[in-house]
């Protein structure tokens, strides 16, 4: 049985032939293309530049978050430039041609004479170095992409300072290379399989002793050592970064391009930024050369390094909830602990009940004043921990200056050991701030980072994971410390006191301590201090809304996330007939507690920056009523000397508010006053409410119904105007089965995407099979039907009626697809097509195998979750069969529409038999199989791993000798569950790109 199949296998590797697109161009032809496009640009001649585009041609510039459609779009963009740099021109660099596409490396330089965008002028002289792949048809540019970093651009103009580069020193002898043999695109995917790996050892193997590598985001050339050292710190910043490829073309004589996705999670400080725990998706394209002996020479990468950074500091507020929280203490007039854990407090003295953060709050007067929380086994807490508390100080407290106070502790001077950890000032310390400070050797302190004003509301945090101890001021990292396991003691826990008699001064209010380390974004959420509310597109409304503003700065440039656009008000001067000037939103997430506003300069002139502010609140119309919420002084922007252009205030305005509301104004009350030039207005460049919308976590139903959405009206129904509503501008797309479709991006590139399916398959169908959701992802198991009436990729109309299989997985954001990674059976659409040869004996090959009718106990989804991390740990990279019996019925039904018509009917669709045998198989072929799982989603009863290979053919795979090549491929399987084992699965996967990677071919072909 096992013979027969791979008989059949081999005949479909043997006759492997897909059509390739249809190519009209020469490779002068193709040149001539680009020269005309580069001609243009240096000549900033716009109408010849956009004739050199087809009319819907697109200029997808990755720094940007959608590319630019159509002629309007290109010339707006590249007008901008022509006005900000008059002698911007483009340097010649490396220039390729192959198929239909021109692959261009080099650089546009030029000096900013004149505005670029919102920025002035600064006479500053700029580099921009990148990868240009245009895709061309006929004579026309029908999509160029751009590969660069803007941060590097700002950089140069003066907005933002350099990076401080560490020293590039690998941790270890780098080994001698070691020639592979490979060519073109098998070196190329070689060298991303083994970055994958994380082993730069064996990664370093492959790199030529004079290899140069040249990094767009650092605008600088690296040796051997330097590049293999920045990957070492890439790797120890980013968890589990990968590199997806959607597209590679070799591009001859050792020449290779690919681009794609790297995703990651900032787990580590990136050029001083704290770890954020966020997750990373970045494009980027890497070019590469190899010598003769399959060793990386040259490679230059580039992605855009504002895109991460802003991915990295836009924390998002995450409910901490209740998952190891041991006690709370909301401190409404007495010491109830509100975790249900029944650690109640006793109150010593006499504090009082005032009005708090949120509710109400205690007061202590530093003369006994205390809770004391009696000691309990769940309070001695010995490796992670984390505090989380507001304070309002009424004393300064620096070393030697002032009665020492402190707001919390466990501790206690007659006990031994007699403390664990204490929250207070640094006395004895290197520091006279407040701190967190634990009893560990050697002592850890962390700091807040400055003296807290009297009289204010401040939310002060640590987060322990055992080894690193970090302090948050206002939701925001000040300082990290490595510490050791706490010493355990037998004392209690004091809010309003030391355990020394060192007792606080002030309010207190929202004790919370967990046995876990908190993330920066639950930290986040325990401030109020949350996310900016609103957004561009908020109905916003001058005051007065008089209209006295310039037309490029109106009043909802104020709030459009954009620091580079400006609000002006000729009200800047008080007119005391005019009163203060300001502006009204309604936020569009509906209402929302507001717990803290910032303000960033836009300093034309200094004088009319805004140093004192009220804020309003109402729940009638845009027009009021309004209700004060506060009033405050903008300290940063008072001071003697100016505070710095298009910069925050870096003193937060915390706000004392649990209302909600759903309309804000924003009245500023004074100005700086006469410096620097006219102040008859007042200017700023952007205002931020901070807070949390009255909304529920994503609606994983809401979620469902717009993915049905998308099958139902846009791919069915062939109404593409819904994409506006259901994609994100700023869509990314991985579909490794068809590298042009990862290209697309936004809104336009899904239509441009649905639009030439339609077209190929004008009765296309989408069936959705199965659907699951978690959080802000949601799964979809579909099968496709179509007939082939139209051209696809090339492909002349065949006539054929098509059945498709595959899974998609959707992060939504704002009710809109944010991000797909699709996994579909390519090998099934070219059988049928007849371009790959010999097709599936029958229909029905192409589609899901009915699933098994077993049923039960669904069980619990973390825990199947943690089922399926086994099977791919123990089963696929401990290459260990025997936990299959365990994990799977042994009736489990399996479908796998790529290879399963080659396994039946020879071998029974069983665990015992076909899949043990399939799983068998592939592990022969690939000895050095490792399989990396990207994400989980599960619900109910089932689970869907997204997950990739890097392997080496290094055995046979159903008759085919191994070829050593490299193999990277990437797919979704869904699991279903019942009493406790697996009872079906489904497999989506790049099969064709799998084949294609293991195909031996003719010399020189």
Known sequence: MVKHKRIALLSVIGLLAVCPATLAQTEEELLAVRQAFADALDAHDLDLLLATFTDDGMFDFVPEPAPFVGKDQIRAFFEMWYTGSPDMHGEEGRVFAADNMVVVEHAVVGTQTGPLGELPPSAQGWTYPHIDIFEIEGDKIKKLTTYGDSAGVYVQLGVQPAPEMPALVPSFTLPDAEPTGLAGLEAGREGIARWNSHDLEHYAKMLHPDCRVFAGPLGMELDRDAWVAMSEMYFQVFTGAHVDVVREVDLGEGWVVADGISTSVQNGPYFGLPPSGRDMVVRLAMLMHFDADGLLTYMGYYFDNLTLVAQITAVTPVDPGSEGLVASYA?????????????????????????????????????????????????????????????????????????????????????????????????????????????????????????????????????????????????????????????????????????????????????????????????????????????????????????????????????????????????????????????????????????????????????????????????????????????????????????????????????????????????????????????????????????????????????????????????????????????????????????????????????????????????????????????????????????????????????????????????????????????????????????????????????????????????????????VTRFVEEVWNQKNLDPIVELFHPETAGTNPSVDYLYLPYMPNTRDEGFTQSVADYLAAYPDMYVTVHKMVAEGDKVLAYWTVDATHGGELAGIPATGNPVTFSGHTMYRFADGQIVDSWWAWDTLGMMQQITPTEAGE
């Not at 030697?400 to 950890?421: D, Y």
């Not at 809104?747 to 190929?760: C, D, R, S, T, W």
């Open 331 to 867: 401190l409404d007039g007495d010491a109830t602990d509100g975790s249900g854990n029944g650690l109640d407090g006793a109150i010593v003295g006499d504090p009082v009940l005032i009005d708090g953060v949120i509710g109400g709050a205690m007061e202590f007067d530093g003369d006994g004043d205390t809770i004391e929380v009696t000691h309990d086994a769940a309070l001695d807490i010995t490796g992670a921990i984390s505090l989380s508390l507001w304070i309002r100080p009424d004393a300064e407290d620096p070393e030697g200056q002032g009665t020492e106070t402190a707001p919390m502790a466990k501790a206690l001077s007659t006990a031994s050991p007699s403390w664990s950890w204490q929250v207070r000032y640094g006395w004895f310390s290197p520091q006279p701030n407040m701190a967190f400070t634990f009893n560990t050797s050697p002592r850890a302190w962390a700091y807040v980072g400055q003296n807290l004003e009297q009289g204010e509301w401040h939310h002060i945090a640590c987060s322990a994971d055992g080894e690193t101890l970090t302090a948050y001021l206002n939701g925001q990292a000040t300082e990290s410390t490595p510490m050791g396991a706490i010493t355990g003691s037998p004392t209690p826990v004091l809010i309003g006191s030391d355990g020394w008699g060192s007792d606080w001064i002030g309010g207190i209010d929202e004790v919370r301590i967990y046995n876990r380390a908190l993330s920066a974004g639950e930290i986040l959420f325990l401030t109020g201090y949350m996310a900016d509310v609103t957004a561009p597109g908020d109905l916003v409304q001058g005051v007065p809304d008089d209209g006295d503003w310039p037309a490029a700065e109106t009043p909802d440039l104020a709030i459009d996330d954009n620091v580079e656009t400006k609000y002006l008000h000729f009200k800047g001067d008080f007119d005391p007939d005019a009163g203060p000037t300001g502006f009204r939103v309604k936020p569009s997430v509906g209402p929302t507690v507001v717990t803290g506003i910032s303000f960033t300069t836009a300093n034309d002139v200094p004088g009319r920056d805004p140093i004192a502010f009220e804020l309003y609140g109402s729940n009638g119309s845009i027009d009021g009523p309004y209700t004060l919420m506060a009033s405050r002084d903008i300290v940063d922007f008072a001071q003697e000397q100016e505070w710095p252009r298009f910069t925050k205030n870096a003193t937060p305005i915390v706000l004392a508010n649990d209302t909600a509301y759903t309309y804000y104004q924003v009245l500023i009350t004074a100005i700086r006053g006469p410096v620097g030039g006219s102040v008859n207005s007042m200017q700023i460049a952007e205002v931020e409410l901070f807070g949390m919308p009255l909304t529920p976590p994503p609606d994983v139903e809401a979620n469902k119904a717009s993915a049905q959405r998308i099958f139902d009206e846009i791919w069915n129904q062939g109404n593409l105007d819904a994409a506006n509503e259901l994609i994100a501008p700023d869509l990314v797309r991985v579909d490794p089965g068809n590298p042009d479709a990862s290209g697309l991006v936004g809104v336009e590139g899904f239509k441009m995407l649905v639009a030439g399916y339609q077209a190929a398959f004008p009765d296309i169908q989408f069936t959705v099979d199965d659907m699951i959701a978690e959080d802000d992802m949601v799964v979809t198991r579909w099968t496709s039907t179509g007939t082939h009436l139209g051209e696809l990729m090339g492909i002349p109309p065949t006539g054929a009626t098509v059945t498709g299989t595959g899974i998609s997985l959707v992060q939504w954001v704002d009710g809109k697809m944010q991000t797909e990674w699709v996994a579909w059976d390519t090998l099934a659409l070219l059988q049928q097509l007849g371009v790959v040869t010999p097709p599936r004996p029958a229909p029905e090959d192409y589609a899901w195998l009915p699933g098994s009718p077993l049923t039960g106990d669904p069980g619990d989804p973390e825990t199947n979750k943690t089922m």
